[in-house]
């Protein structure tokens, strides 16, 4: 079992910036993914970023240039800077954990929500 716990969330104005954080803790595997997803009010639950203990990353188009994904591997923490916050990034930031080794098998966070007022 996984435990991802997520911080970071809150209210902000658009433009400003925000940092999320998301710490695993349990049956961590020395090569996994950790990424962070996002749904807002009827809509589907879709990717932001993702990176591997290898440090490659993955950006969802809406998000490049704006959104940062890093990760602490001593601490199993993935954090994500996000800078020029539109409205259209309001919604709840969940953070996912996989690994080749459980291949199928996915551990979401509870959810921060991130509101950008403008």
């Known amino acids: 079992q996984v435990q991802l716990v997520e911080s970071g969330g809150g209210l902000v104005q658009a433009g400003g910036s925000l940092r999320l954080s998301c710490a695993a803790s349990?049956?961590?595997?020395?090569?996994?993914?950790m990424g962070w997803y996002r749904q807002a009010p009827g809509k589907e639950r879709e990717l932001v970023a993702t990176i591997t203990t290898g440090w490659s990353t993955n950006y969802a188009d809406s998000v490049k240039g704006r959104f940062t994904i890093s990760r602490d591997n001593a601490k199993n923490t993935v954090y994500l800077q996000m800078s020029s916050l539109k409205s259209e990034d309001t919604a709840v930031y969940y953070c996912?954990?996989?690994?080749?080794?459980?291949?199928?098998?996915?551990?979401w966070g509870q959810g921060t929500q991130v509101t950008v007022s403008s």
């Open positions: 996912r954990y996989s690994s080749m080794y459980i291949p199928g098998r996915f551990y």
């Open positions: 349990g049956s961590i595997f020395s090569s996994n993914t």
